[in-house]
């Protein structure tokens, strides 16, 4: 359990972070309330057809008792119960999962968000305390979801005999796809230009998807959150110290000297493997096999890369900005393939299907980027920046 004192130096973190960048939390309104319910029956009419009736019915009731649990769930004024709910629900398969693989448990660090202006999860040491914070950027969990539909929208996939549907990432499909539906570009270039230009990436204009590529995108969303927190238990469980250093960008008037935990690269690639067995084995309780597990831990650092090169693009012009000695992670690519080297040692015979699923989800997200390149290019001339909170 995380103590009080970890939670206060929270709250004092986001009110120093809202306040730079002048805004404000927004009370809950009735005008939420209407909006989740339309939500839960726009996403009941989509599946009625194929669920039936009880099912449907079975699945507003769920619906609507998480609703009342998340407004039950108390949580700072800064942080969205949905997306703290969400956190733990994480934690908890992952334990779940751990325990019965026989990994070892470390006890749960205080999950928190914070709008942090790195694609990614930073950790932070309560001061007097040595207690751990791990802190995801405030809307990680929503571009990571938003991400996979984008990318959900460009894959084909065929109808399989017993009724369910296979995803096809043969790079020639994908690229055919792409022609014959350009929407799906457009939709990733809104969303990764929403994210940057305001920091939400709800604020790209939102479209329905079809039950298949939607069921698809949620699985990979949740195997790459899986990733992202397994890669933070295992900084936890390998007991990596990193290096602690002043992050005067949380500082304020009542915190002087808040510190971040940079860790060395060694480091960062022991917590990507120790991330990837345990999202694995997360997954893999949830009846994903191996490659599903991977693709998410892979798909983190593919996103990642096209943050980054947007960042680049729209601050200064290029793709390609040296990060410096103050990075404190390696490359997103680097990275990567350190993990597929990692998974290449398993001896399964999954692993080579994995490799080549990773792959070919990389030259997808490949064409996407390509089009976006120039559309961020031209916004840059125009004028338009990232928002400062974006680190290059
Ligand atoms: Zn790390």
Redesign the pocket.
Known sequence: MASRQAQQFLDRLHENVWQGMNRTPRPRSAADDTEVQSMIDQLLSLRSGLIGRKKTEELRAGLQRNERLLRATTVSKYEDARTIQGLHRLADTMERAARIAGFPVPERPLLGTLPTGRVN?V?LVVPGTGEHLVLFESEFSGFAYLASKAVAELLPYRRTPDGGAAIELEPAKVRERLVRHPESARRFGELVTAYLETGVPYNAPQYLQEPVRNTWAGVLCEAVQLFALG??YG?ILRGHLGQQRPAAWLGGPELAEPEEVA?SNQ??VE?DGEGLSLSIAAMQSMGYDLPVGFLGADFFFTMTHVLERAINVLRHGRENVSTGANAT?PPSVLRRMVLRHVLSRHNTPEVESAIMLAGNLENAVELLWRDLRPHLLEAHRAGMRPLRQWRD
């Open positions: 999860v950790t890669h933070e900084h860790w480091e960062e917590a992670h």
